[in-house]
């Protein structure tokens, strides 16, 4: 098997490229893809810019990294743009307060809405529950005040 990289993850890696220069921001950048996933992981100081106010800007990069890594593409996969360890910072933090929410409905026997999120952390949220015994959850509200629910089943 051939150890070279798709086109998607040639197309993440020069569109990141082009960013950094055009921000002004050093940083190391490393492309990883797998089966199922492309992955960009930049590195070095002051990322601060890169990540953005509440992630909105490593959001939209990532966005911006899928729409062009499948441009013109019938195949899909997943494409991750993380700066610093923000994202695994980020899950971190959704992972507590989505137990604090378990928590809390449970003992109230009533749903818990947690605060405002976009699709990427209600996923993480999501995934991180879905085998979690007595709730469940879903979504509620319409962007940008979607949220999530952690609530009870009913027996």
Excluded at 42 to 49: N, T
């Amino acid at each position: 098997m051939s150890e070279r990289r798709s086109e998607a993850a040639d197309r993440v890696e020069e569109l990141l490229e082009r960013i950094l220069s055009a921000v002004g921001v050093r940083a190391d950048l490393e492309i990883v893809e797998s089966e199922d996933a492309v992955t960009a992981v930049l590195d070095g100081e002051d990322l601060g810019l890169l990540i953005g106010r509440h992630g909105q800007t490593i959001d939209a990069i990532q966005h911006l990294a899928y729409r062009a890594a499948f441009r013109g593409s019938d195949s899909r996969k997943r494409v991750t743009v993380d700066a610093a360890g923000y994202r695994e910072r980020r899950a971190s933090l959704l992972q507590h307060d989505a137990d604090e929410a378990v928590e809390e409905a449970l003992r109230i026997e009533a749903p818990v809405a947690l605060d405002a999120m976009n699709a990427v952390e209600r996923r993480v949220v999501h995934e991180y529950l879905r085998d979690r015994e007595g709730i469940e959850t879903y979504s509620e509200g319409v962007e940008p005040d979607r949220h999530l629910v952690v609530a009870p089943i009913k027996r």
